[in-house]
């Protein structure tokens, strides 16, 4: 049985959950855009910036944070966008890593996007048994 994570994402107009969770795991896919459901402008820096932020409020919203990540896959459409990727990566996520994988893609569902995070996180669980 799966779990919605409540968050204060936009709606998407998808037939999507921002993240669920499933057997302590939370499952995630993070875009960049804002409250009003547009993708960021700024190019890479801001996007890549959005999109931390997303996946960060996500697993707070969750009961974790980014200590909490297992996996993390990051897509974008430029190659040269992945220094600027893994230096504010660096900024939200510390060591012991996740395991990662970049991936260059073609394009995204929204043309505007350069960067696209998918993420896995082990979710703790109390004394009880329910996720925390």
């Not at 919605?4 to 994402?9: E, F, G, N, Q």
Request: with cysteine; charged share 20%; net charge negative.
């Amino acid at each position: 049985m799966i779990h919605p994570v409540a968050t204060d994402l936009y709606a998407a107009k998808a037939p999507l959950e921002w993240a669920v969770i499933g057997n302590g795991i939370l499952f995630t896919a993070q875009i960049p855009i804002g409250a009003d459901g547009a993708v960021v402008d700024g190019g890479i820096e801001a996007q890549t910036r959005q999109t931390l932020d997303n996946l960060r409020h996500t697993l707070v919203r969750a009961g974790g944070d980014m200590a909490s990540l297992t996996q993390v896959l990051i897509y974008v459409t430029r190659r040269e966008d992945l220094a600027t990727v893994n230096r504010l990566y660096a900024e939200y996520v510390s060591a012991p890593y996740p395991n990662r994988a970049a991936i260059i893609v073609s394009g995204f569902a929204r043309e505007e996007m350069l960067v696209e995070m998918v993420a896995y996180a082990v979710m703790q669980e109390s004394a009880d048994g329910e996720i925390c």
